[in-house]
């Protein structure tokens, strides 16, 4: 009898469901035998600090990729927005999943929207990308760090530390927390992150090509396709966790739509700079070149201003 195959996951309950998703597809589709290795990242131990400040979203990769490495898992299951846009040598993104909705869901207890807050209300989130399109929104806000969980940041929220905060929206409905959403941001008013709402499969590059050719079978391709531009963005222009970036695709009929905006790292009440492009897609390569594309419009409206700061 064939060993099962091993994801290394997270051990947070989003993480967990998100690696339970994926043993049910392969089991599903191909009769795989597959377990789960729960593993501990230090992103989810650093609590009292943003991630732009500790080393960013590679935090709650890296021990997953370890696993990987060492042949103690086969493939690694991530919120995609999570995943660094440059992978390690020896790595492989083999699958992006369909994507759940990719907007920001505003939380609230006793606020209907946004426009509710009175001024001076406190709204958490340590994602700057937020912070600067918040500030953009509502500049009369206070904007303080949320860091922990899904269910820490919603502990902190029924604590009164917030009046409201800012979470992804597909998170909440993967866990059945959907009647905690007070509504979503629509794209136009708050861009999403590269790869929100969608999963990526990360593997050894070393991995047996039968695997691999699996996992490819997975891929959702609007999303794929989506995700290339989405993150070729924030690689051209250098992307990390200190870049307040936000982008995001729309594929139909062979073409995508990309719309991107830049905000201001350290003065995040300056006006964000947007671009949207469009154009044709048949492959993650014709998709990337788009969202390079949308990086050089930035760059033409003064993103090398903003990335400069300290």
């Not at 399109?133 to 530390?161: A, S, Y």
């Not at 990337?288 to 903003?306: I, K, P, R, V």
Request: with cysteine; net charge negative.
């Amino acid at each position: 009898m064939a060993a099962p195959i091993l994801i290394a996951t997270r051990e947070s309950r989003l993480a967990l469901w998100q690696a339970e998703h994926v043993r049910a597809l392969l089991s599903e589709r191909f009769g795989l035998a597959v377990e789960l290795l729960g593993m501990t990242t230090r992103g989810d131990q650093i609590l009292d600090r943003t991630l732009s400040k500790v080393g960013g979203k590679g935090l709650f990769v890296k021990e997953l990729e370890t696993a990987l490495e060492a042949g103690h898992a086969q493939l690694a299951v991530h919120s995609l927005k999570d995943v660094p846009m440059e992978l390690p040598a020896g790595f492989v993104l083999a699958a992006v999943l369909e994507r759940e909705d990719p907007r920001d869901a505003f939380v609230s207890n006793r606020f209907e929207h946004l426009l509710a807050l009175p001024p001076g209300a406190v709204v958490g989130t340590s994602s700057l990308r937020r912070v600067v399109q918040l500030m953009n929104l509502r500049p009369d806000l206070r904007i303080e760090p949320l860091r922990g969980n899904l269910d820490t940041r919603l502990r902190k929220l029924d604590e009164g530390g917030y009046d409201a905060i800012v979470l992804a929206a597909a998170g909440l409905k993967r866990l059945g927390l959907a009647p905690r959403i007070r509504g979503c941001f629509e794209v136009a008013q708050m861009i999403p992150s590269a790869g929100q709402g969608a999963l990526g499969i990360e593997m050894a590059a070393s991995a047996p090509p039968e695997l691999l050719a699996q996992m490819s079978a997975l891929i959702h391709r609007p999303t794929w396709l989506a995700a290339h531009a989405e993150r070729a963005v924030s690689r051209a222009l250098g992307g990390s966790c200190s870049m307040p970036l936000a982008a995001h695709a729309v594929w139909q009929d062979g073409r995508l739509t990309l719309v991107a905006a830049l905000g201001h790292p350290d003065q995040p009440e300056r006006p964000l700079l947007r671009t949207e492009v469009e154009g044709p897609a048949e492959d993650a390569g014709q998709a990337a070149m788009l969202g390079e594309t949308a990086a050089a419009q930035l760059q033409n409206a003064g993103a090398a201003d903003y990335l400069a700061a300290p």
